[in-house]
């Protein structure tokens, strides 16, 4: 018939599996490139705060003091910039999508105990030795103008 | 002389793609007149570059339109390379193209199935899409994202496609083409599609140079309009680029062109793939604009060719970005060429522009 | 990329300059508004040479009371950016060949473009000028 071109293509998908996916009962196909949602190894992370800073939705939140990083899943579009711009490398994308929720998601990762320890022992010798210095100026500059 | 009556049409209609308005002016079942009006998906996109850094700027570019995505990251980019003299290494320049060819080739794919929606052929709409649904495929392995894809990025792109890689996205391609070809036989074949397309909605050559019209809605009218042919990027290494022309200017020939335009796609994209060097995929870019630092860039996109303008004021935010896009120089040209056609034939005349609204509209 | 071509034009030689560029064989491409320095606009209005990918460019420096005359007669096309212009901007654009008046583009609140910079960018450019 001359008319029905579309007849292979119509055959074939009739005895052929769907073109289309059961999803959620059945699992995506995930890639390796795929942008699902942003993963975190928390004890690199530096909180410096440049995710933050450069993230073009403002979807991240960085404190420093608390050592804690938030990220709220719902302003996140996956750009990865974060993960461009991270210095320490604690940004991956992961490729499983966010699963939906009914709830506004703000996840916030909070550093280990012992990598907390680690970070406030590390600080604690730093003021300390910044308040020595301080003393020891202090110090030179009253024995100088005791000389002069 | 007929009753004049004017009938709404649009923004919300079955075989809109987006929302568009326009008021035809009909005298009995003819139209006469037709009246635009756009602004129902207004964003403020351009003021948006006073709040969002030039190099994160790009990914507030690339949503500015679902299907063009690509094209508009890529026009952007260009822009700010262009203005901070940015040198982008080749590597990057021949992916870029590899990326903007596939996203012409799913946007013509997609525009087939809603033309093919609007008479009716719904079958021939879900065949085509099921096979865009390979170039989606591929758009996820190699970058991420089926849609939106933020791999492009002023100084050049930020993933890499390995060779291997690339071959079997020609392979793909080499599979895709056979189907292709089938679909567009049925279509362009049809006895009931060429009575509904033949003929109507022609614009004269004459006619599409005075309304300025671009892509492939001005080549249908005869005129030689391509961003690609004067291209100074890696579109200049193709050995021959000749743009699809046809003299008739009805909407046959619109979609003809279109369909024609995704054969020469997949053989531009074997050629970059023959000739991709090794090497860099991005260079790092560093500093801001300069005050008062201006260029231009354009960009041919599926829909026609798009005009980005870029303006630094030597902060880290740009002064002024502006898009123009095809849609927006094609709503005269529409508006010619639905005047004087019948009623019934508005829907396939305003498909066969491919409007994209969310472009123009930003 | 063509080297940048903008040609400062008063608004009085606009429609002369504009119709020799189309005697030439140019195709209008787009115009639009920014703002410039002290207060005032800058109209850039663009032309495109198909054979050879060339960009030229039309620059007026308006005070944003001042009325510019439509080039849509020129080139039908005009009208929808400077419909836009007119919107977006309050650039007073006299003649236009068809003249929504303000309702071509549905906005919140008229004039959108022409409020002040948003705050970040000003901050960092009085910053950068400081420095």
Redesign the interface.
């Known amino acids: 018939m001359g008319e029905f071109k579309l007849g292979r293509m119509t055959l074939k998908s009739l005895f052929s599996k769907p073109a289309t996916k059961l999803y959620p009962f059945e699992e995506p196909t995930y890639y390796q490139e795929t942008k699902g949602h942003i993963v975190i190894d928390v004890d690199k992370c530096r909180y410096c705060g440049v995710c933050a800073n450069l993230c073009p939705t403002n979807a991240i939140e960085v404190d420093r003091k608390a050592y804690t990083w938030t990220i709220d899943r719902f302003r996140c579009i996956q750009c990865r910039n974060c993960v461009h711009v991270c210095t320490e490398s604690a940004l991956i994308m992961a490729n499983e999508y966010a699963e939906p929720s009914t709830e506004h998601v703000r996840e916030v990762f909070e550093i280990s105990p012992e990598e907390r320890e680690k970070r406030e022992a590390a600080a604690a010798e730093k003021a300390a030795k910044a308040a020595k210095l301080k003393e020891e100026a202090l110090a030179k500059k009253k024995a100088k103008a005791k000389e002069e | 002389m007929g009753q004049r009556t004017v009938i709404p049409f649009g923004p919300q209609h079955p075989v809109l793609p987006e929302p568009v308005h326009l008021d035809l002016v009909l005298e009995d079942e003819r139209v006469v007149d037709a009246i635009p009006q756009i602004g129902f998906i207004h964003r403020g996109l351009e003021k948006l570059v006073e709040k969002r850094d030039y190099q994160r700027y790009v990914y507030v570019a690339e949503r500015i339109c679902g299907i063009c995505s690509f094209g508009h990251s890529f026009g952007y980019s260009r822009a700010i390379e262009a203005l901070m003299n940015i040198e982008v290494p080749e590597r990057a320049q021949h992916l870029r193209i590899i990326w903007h060819e596939l996203s012409r080739m799913h946007s013509h794919m997609l525009w087939l199935g809603l033309a093919a929606d609007a008479f009716g052929f719904e079958s021939l709409f879900m065949h085509t899409w099921r096979l865009r649904e390979r170039i989606l495929e591929i758009f996820e392995r190699t970058a991420g994202g089926r849609v939106i894809l933020s791999v492009c990025t002023p100084g050049g792109v930020f993933s890499d496609i390995e060779n291997t890689e690339l071959r079997a996205i020609c392979d793909i391609l080499a599979t895709m083409r056979v189907e292709y070809d089938q679909i567009c036989a049925t279509f362009f074949e049809d006895s009931s599609v060429r009575s509904r397309l033949v003929g109507v909605g022609v614009l004269s050559q004459e006619t599409a140079r005075e309304f300025g019209t671009v892509g492939p809605f001005a080549r249908a009218s005869g005129l030689a309009i391509d961003g690609r042919m004067t291209d100074t990027d890696a579109y200049s290494k193709l050995v021959a680029f000749e743009p699809i022309l046809s003299n008739d200017g009805d909407c046959y020939a619109r979609c003809w062109c279109r369909a024609q335009e995704v054969r020469q796609s997949i053989d531009i994209i074997n050629e970059m793939v023959d000739k991709i060097p090794q090497g860099e995929v991005r260079a790092e870019v560093k500093g801001n604009p300069a005050e008062g630092a201006e260029a231009f860039a354009r960009m041919e996109q599926p829909r026609g060719e798009a005009f980005y303008y870029v303006k630094g004021n030597g902060t880290k935010y740009l002064e002024r970005f502006r898009v123009r896009t095809p849609t927006a120089a094609n709503i005269p040209g529409m508006v010619a060429a639905i005047r004087g056609c019948d009623l019934a034939d508005v829907p396939n005349i305003i498909l066969t522009i491919d409007p994209c609204i969310s472009c123009t509209e930003r | 990329?063509?080297p940048?071509e903008?040609i400062n034009t008063p608004t009085s030689e606009l429609l002369e300059r504009a119709s020799a560029l189309k005697t030439y064989g140019m195709?209008?491409?787009?115009c639009?508004a920014?703002?410039a320095a002290d207060n005032r606009f800058d109209l850039?209005y663009?032309f495109?040479e198909?054979?050879?990918?060339r960009?030229v460019?039309l620059r007026l420096n308006i005070d944003p009371q001042e009325s510019v005359p439509s080039v849509s007669e020129i080139?039908?096309?005009a009208?929808?950016?400077e419909n836009e212009m007119h919107?977006l901007y309050g650039v007073h654009v006299t003649g236009i060949s068809?003249d929504?008046q303000g309702?071509?583009?549905?906005?919140h609140y008229p004039q959108?473009?022409a409020?002040a910079?948003?705050q970040?960018?000003a901050k960092?450019?009085s910053a950068?000028?400081e420095n």
């Open positions: 990329m063509s940048l903008i195709r209008f491409a787009q639009h920014q703002h850039t663009s495109v198909d054979a050879t990918g960009i460019s080139f039908p096309c009208f929808v950016f919107d068809i929504f309702g071509f583009y549905h906005v959108p473009m409020q910079p948003a970040p960018a960092a450019k950068a000028s």
